[in-house]
C-alpha cells in the first residue's frame, strides 16, 4: 500500500530545518501547525477524573458528547438541526478524511473532488481508497463528472481562503441533484478574522437539510488538543449511520477519557476565546512583519496560516526563511497551484513568533 503514496511532505524538509536551526537564537518552526498553548485546566481535569475506564468505550460516542457536540455547534457557529445521533467522535480529523473514501465503500471507479490548493491528506485517502482524484475549485471544472465525494475546505488550509454563502450554496444544490457527497472540512472554522466562515451545515447554506453533507470538526486548534486526537463528524444521518457501522468493525474507537475532555473543551467556551485571542495576537505581529520582509500576503482571512510570496519558487522562499532560522512549508505541498507561495504556521509561542518578526523586520528584502 504504501507504494501508492506519496513521500510523507515534511520529509523533505530536513535539509531547511537543519539550515534554520544553525541560527543563533535557535529555530521559529512555523511549519507544521502544532498546538503549543497549554492544556485548559477544566479539559485536563476531565481527563483524568475519566481515567478509570477498564471498557471498551462507545464508537459512537457517549450520550453527553454527542449532547456536547450539538449545543457548541449551535452556540458558537449558528448551526442547527443537527440531530445528537448524526455526531460520531473520530480519532482526530485527519483519520477521518484519511480513511472517509473506503469507509464509504469508494474505489476505483470513484471520483473524488478536492481543492486545487488542499490538504494533502485529501489526496491520500483518495489512494488509499484507490479512487481517482481531480483537483477543481468550481463546478465549470467538473464537466459532465458526477463524481461520489466533493470535499470543502473553508477557511482553507493552506490559503486561509473563505468560501461565500452563495458559493457554498451552488455546491450543495448541485450535489444534491446528482446525489454526490459533501464533505466539508471546518477545523478552522472559529478562527475568521477578515471574513466570517460558515459551515456547510448552516440554515443559510443547506436550508436545515442535511442530506448528503458531512461536516468534520476538529479540537485540535480550537483547545490545543491535537495530543488528545479529539474530533467529531456530523451530518446526514444516513451517512454517519454508514461509517458508525463500518468504525464499530474496524475499532476506530475514540477512548474514553478523551472523550470526557471532549465534553468539557465543547461545554466550556471561555477557554476558546482565550485560544483565538492568542492566535490573533500572533497574527498582528507576524503579518506585517512578513509584508516587511517583501512578502505579499494573499487571502489569509481566517484561519491558522499566513498565505504569503516572494514571487519566486516556493523552495526558494523557503530557503532565504531558513537562513533567517524560520522553518515554514512550501506551497508546493498543496497542489502545482502553491508552486510560488509557502505556508507561514501561527503556532509557535509568542516568544518565538516574536523572535521571527524581528529577524524579518531586520532582514533587507532582497
Known amino acids: 500500500m504504501s507504494g501508492v503514496l506519496p513521500e510523507f511532505p515534511w ?9 534554520a536551526a ?35 468505550p462507545a464508537t459512537a460516542g457517549t450520550p453527553e458528547l454527542r449532547e456536547s457536540a450539538v449545543a457548541a455547534l449551535r452556540r ?4 442547527t438541526g443537527v440531530l445528537e445521533s448524526a455526531v460520531l467522535p473520530v480519532i482526530g480529523s485527519k483519520e477521518l478524511i484519511a480513511w472517509l473514501p473506503t469507509l464509504l465503500g469508494l474505489g476505483p471507479a470513484d471520483v473524488v473532488v478536492v481543492p486545487e490548493l488542499a490538504y494533502p491528506t485529501y489526496d491520500v485517502g483518495a489512494l488509499l481508497a484507490r479512487a481517482q482524484v481531480l483537483r477543481a475549485d468550481s463546478l465549470t471544472q467538473l464537466g459532465p463528472q458526477s463524481p461520489a465525494l466533493v470535499y470543502l475546505n473553508s477557511p482553507s488550509n493552506p490559503t486561509g481562503r473563505v468560501l461565500g454563502v452563495d458559493h457554498l450554496r451552488k455546491v450543495v444544490g448541485w450535489a444534491r441533484e446528482r446525489r454526490v457527497v459533501v464533505a466539508s472540512d471546518e477545523c478552522y472554522l472559529g478562527l475568521g478574522w477578515e471574513a ?50 463500518v468504525r464499530k468493525h474496524a475499532g476506530m474507537i475514540v477512548p474514553t477519557p478523551v472523550q470526557a475532555a471532549m465534553v468539557a473543551a465543547l461545554d466550556d467556551d471561555d477557554h476558546e476565546k482565550v485560544q483565538r485571542e492568542c492566535y490573533a495576537r500572533r ?17 489569509s482571512e481566517a484561519g491558522l496560516y499566513l498565505w504569503a510570496t516572494r514571487g519566486e519558487p516556493s523552495r526558494d522562499t523557503v530557503g532565504w ?19 510560488q507561495h509557502v505556508r507561514v504556521a501561527l503556532t509557535a509561542t509568542d516568544e518565538r513568533i516574536d523572535a521571527a518578526a524581528q529577524r524579518l523586520t531586520a532582514s533587507p528584502a532582497s
Not at 486526537?229 to 451530518?235: E, I, K, L, S, W
Open 22 to 56: 544553525r541560527h543563533p537564537d535557535g529555530v521559529v518552526d512555523l511549519s507544521i501547525g502544532t498546538p503549543v498553548d497549554p492544556v485548559a485546566p477544566i479539559i485536563q481535569d476531565a481527563l483524568a477524573a475519566a481515567a478509570h475506564a477498564p471498557g471498551y
Open 321 to 339: 526563511l531558513a537562513d533567517r532560522g524560520i522553518l515554514v512549508a512550501p506551497g508546493e505541498f498543496y497542489g502545482p497551484r502553491g508552486a
Open 283 to 299: 497574527r498582528a505581529v507576524l503579518a506585517p512583519a512578513l509584508r516587511a520582509a517583501g512578502l505579499s500576503i494573499d487571502h
Open 11 to 19: 520529509d523533505t524538509l530536513a535539509d531547511a530545518k537543519a539550515a
Open 196 to 245: 466570517e466562515p460558515l459551515s456547510v451545515l448552516h440554515p443559510d447554506v443547506c436550508d436545515g437539510d442535511h442530506t448528503g453533507l458531512l461536516a468534520i470538526h476538529s479540537l485540535s486548534k480550537s483547545s490545543s488538543l491535537a495530543g488528545y486526537r479529539a474530533a467529531f463528524v456530523c451530518g446526514d444521518p444516513a451517512l454517519v449511520a454508514e461509517l458508525l457501522a
Open 76 to 79: 458558537r457557529f449558528g448551526i
